[in-house]
């Protein structure tokens, strides 16, 4: 079945630092992929997506990479603030109008 | 330009009772999902609509129904509720298919059935 996942439930770094999150697709077929942060009591928010004819896309202090080889994709974040302490889900576009989300990564900044 | 409103932010309901969901899209956008949040198992989709239409259900049970009225507006309902139903439920809207253009998510109700 289609499935998204995550290797790391928790990561913790250190301000400053640069922080990856990994994520596990299972679908070779999937073209487009987002990564969502989500604050605690808040909805998911956009952070940056690619498409499948793209191996790496850069936004504002944030960098997916994507490997379709292995059907990997990850989430690079520079400079880690605290501000960036959340939960970051990837999500797949599933078949007929759905996003397929993984289980989620919590990013824990120290200060 | 205004985000995706849900409301309420938070319900509190009895086991057996019926609940209805509100969502407004960003204008302009007319696809509007709704999934549901648990701890245990994640963000899981319950469905999709675009123009009125229903194109997509996620696997959950007949009690789940929605709809989607001429100003992209939508509602959910869950009958007969269950404490496994306590849950945050989310919507995204988008201006086009989800997966193909940007969702965005509104903050979620959060429903707790005692």
């Known amino acids: 079945g289609e499935s998204v996942g995550l290797h790391l439930p928790t990561l913790s770094v250190q301000e400053g630092d640069n922080s990856i999150i990994n994520c596990a697709y299972s679908?070779?077929?999937?073209?487009?992929f987002i990564w969502y942060k989500q604050e605690s009591g808040k909805g998911p928010q956009f952070i940056i997506d690619?498409?499948?004819?793209?191996d790496k896309r850069q936004g504002q202090r944030v960098t997916v990479l994507l490997n379709k080889t292995v059907k990997h994709l990850s989430l690079q974040i520079a400079a880690t603030q605290p501000g960036d302490s959340a939960v970051y889900f990837c999500?797949?576009?599933?078949?007929?109008?759905?996003?397929?989300f993984g289980s989620g990564t919590r990013l824990l900044v120290r200060p | 330009k205004a985000g995706v409103t849900q409301t309420p932010r938070y319900l509190i309901k009895t086991r057996g009772q019926q609940v209805t969901l509100s969502c407004s899209p960003i204008?302009?956008?007319?696809?509007v999902s709704w999934y549901q949040q648990t701890p245990g198992q994640g963000l899981q989709f319950l469905f999709e609509?675009?123009?009125?239409?229903?194109?997509n259900k996620g696997n959950f049970p007949g009690r789940f129904s929605g709809r989607q009225f001429s100003n992209s507006r939508s509602e959910m309902n869950v009958s007969t509720l269950e404490l496994g139903d306590s849950a945050l439920y989310l919507c995204?809207?988008?201006?086009?298919?989800?997966?193909?253009?940007?969702?965005?998510f509104g903050q979620g109700t959060r429903l707790t059935v005692v």
């Open positions: 999500a797949e576009k599933g078949s007929s109008y759905k996003l397929i």
């Open positions: 609509y675009f123009s009125e239409t229903q194109r």
């Open positions: 679908n070779s077929a999937s073209d487009y």
């Open positions: 690619i498409r499948s004819n793209m």
């Open positions: 995204a809207s988008s201006w086009g298919p989800p997966g193909e253009t940007e969702a965005f």
């Open positions: 204008s302009g956008h007319r696809s």
